[in-house]
């Protein structure tokens, strides 16, 4: 926590609000429903069933004994799953003041939902875009909302090839490639893409709001940097990443989901002259492959016809 413990410190109350976060049993989506918490947000944990839900939601209340937590379930790579929580919580509140689209996988190997997407694509963009057009009418409802994804530093790497049409289409299981879980191949260019996709979503969000006139509501997009989290416990990274602290990997986020300065159509996360990996949230300045037109309307076109849902803004 080099840096977490000065940085929360200037993070503002948000007692009445509520927050929907996808991905909180563990790691940075733990620590921001912790932090979002003792600030006096009420938390809405969006998670796969599992004992794991059960446990985090244990420690959540010892930690926080005032907080306000409710867990929704919700399974990223089953669209069905997706829809019966935004139902949920559209039974519960008329309101929502923040989607933090946390949730993500990283180097699975080349296999299919059962709606036929690349695991990894569903999982960290597609599903969080379904969630995003079943819950915009909560957010737009909001004084003032915000629609936070959370995407990587591996969006660099596609930087030769800009968004890939097949990423989004039902060609999960034929996309090549199962090599070792290392840096490099197949496995780490398909969770390039869709962390690039979120990226592009929240670049392509930010338009759409803004030309319908919806100021209010603001859409941001973070990265964590290289933060030590589950996310790498099936990979042998062996001495190649020097990780900075989960809590440190937050910044970012809670930057975009909070910060006082936080302005749409921006993307938060460590970005300083020596490293892109670890230090502070600042602004990072869009890269010409994030911001693409042609990417922008690509993905919305294929996000919709994969999810079957349309984003209206």
Same mark, same amino acid.
């Given at each position: 926590?080099?840096l977490?413990?000065?940085?929360?410190?200037?993070?503002?109350?948000?007692?009445?609000?509520?927050?929907?976060?996808?991905?909180?049993?563990?790691?940075?989506?733990?620590i921001? #429903?912790?932090?979002?918490?003792?600030?006096?947000?009420?938390?809405?944990?969006?998670?796969?069933?599992?004992?794991r839900?059960?446990?985090?939601?244990?420690?959540?209340?010892?930690?926080?004994?005032?907080?306000?937590?409710?867990?929704?379930?919700?399974?990223?790579?089953?669209?069905?799953?997706?829809?019966?929580? #935004?139902?949920?919580?559209?039974?519960? $509140?008329?309101?929502?003041?923040?989607?933090?689209?946390?949730?993500?996988?990283?180097?699975?190997p080349?296999?299919?939902?059962?709606?036929?997407?690349?695991?990894?694509?569903?999982?960290?963009?597609?599903s969080?875009?379904?969630?995003?057009?079943? +819950?915009?009418?909560?957010?737009?409802?909001?004084?003032?909302?915000?629609i936070?994804?959370?995407?990587?530093?591996?969006?660099?790497?596609?930087?030769?090839?800009?968004?890939?049409?097949? $990423?989004?289409?039902q060609?999960?299981?034929?996309?090549?490639?199962?090599?070792?879980?290392?840096?490099?191949?197949?496995?780490?260019?398909?969770?390039?893409?869709?962390?690039?996709?979120?990226?592009?979503?929240?670049?392509?969000?930010?338009?759409?709001?803004?030309?319908?006139? +919806?100021?209010?509501?603001?859409?941001v997009?973070?990265?964590?940097?290289?933060?030590?989290?589950?996310?790498?416990?099936?990979?042998?990274?062996?001495?190649?990443?020097?990780?900075?602290?989960?809590?440190?990997?937050?910044?970012?986020?809670?930057?975009?989901m909070v910060?006082?300065?936080?302005?749409?159509?921006?993307? $938060?996360?460590?970005?300083?002259?020596?490293?892109?990996?670890?230090?502070?949230?600042?602004?990072?300045?869009?890269?010409? $492959?994030?911001?693409?037109l042609?990417?922008?309307?690509m993905?919305?076109?294929?996000?919709?016809?994969?999810?079957?849902?349309?984003?209206?803004?």
């Amino acid at each position: 926590m080099k840096l977490f413990n000065e940085f929360k410190k200037d993070l503002p109350s948000v007692k009445g609000k509520v927050f929907a976060i996808t991905g909180t049993t563990s790691g940075t989506g733990f620590i921001v #429903a912790k932090t979002v918490a003792e600030l006096g947000g009420e938390v809405l944990l969006l998670n796969r069933p599992s004992p794991r839900v059960d446990a985090a939601m244990e420690k959540l209340r010892t930690e926080v004994p005032n907080g306000k937590f409710i867990n929704v379930a919700c399974d990223l790579q089953d669209f069905g799953s997706v829809r019966s929580a #935004a139902a949920d919580i559209a039974s519960r $509140y008329d309101v929502l003041d923040c989607l933090a689209n946390n949730a993500g996988i990283m180097m699975w190997p080349d296999t299919a939902t059962k709606g036929g997407y690349d695991v990894q694509m569903q999982t960290n963009h597609l599903s969080h875009f379904l969630l995003t057009a079943l +819950l915009f009418p909560l957010l737009r409802a909001a004084p003032e909302a915000r629609i936070v994804q959370h995407s990587s530093v591996a969006r660099y790497s596609t930087a030769n090839q800009g968004l890939e049409r097949k $990423y989004f289409e039902q060609c999960g299981g034929n996309l090549g490639g199962d090599e070792p879980a290392g840096m490099q191949g197949p496995s780490m260019h398909r969770y390039a893409q869709t962390k690039l996709a979120n990226a592009v979503f929240g670049y392509a969000l930010h338009d759409k709001c803004q030309a319908a006139g +919806l100021t209010h509501i603001r859409s941001v997009i973070a990265h964590p940097g290289v933060s030590k989290t589950n996310l790498f416990d099936h990979m042998d990274v062996g001495g190649s990443l020097t990780f900075q602290s989960p809590e440190d990997g937050t910044m970012g986020l809670l930057t975009c989901m909070v910060g006082q300065k936080a302005e749409s159509g921006t993307l $938060y996360g460590p970005n300083s002259p020596e490293s892109s990996w670890a230090g502070p949230a600042v602004e990072n300045p869009p890269k010409p $492959y994030e911001i693409d037109l042609k990417a922008k309307e690509m993905l919305w076109t294929l996000s919709e016809a994969a999810t079957g849902e349309t984003l209206k803004v």
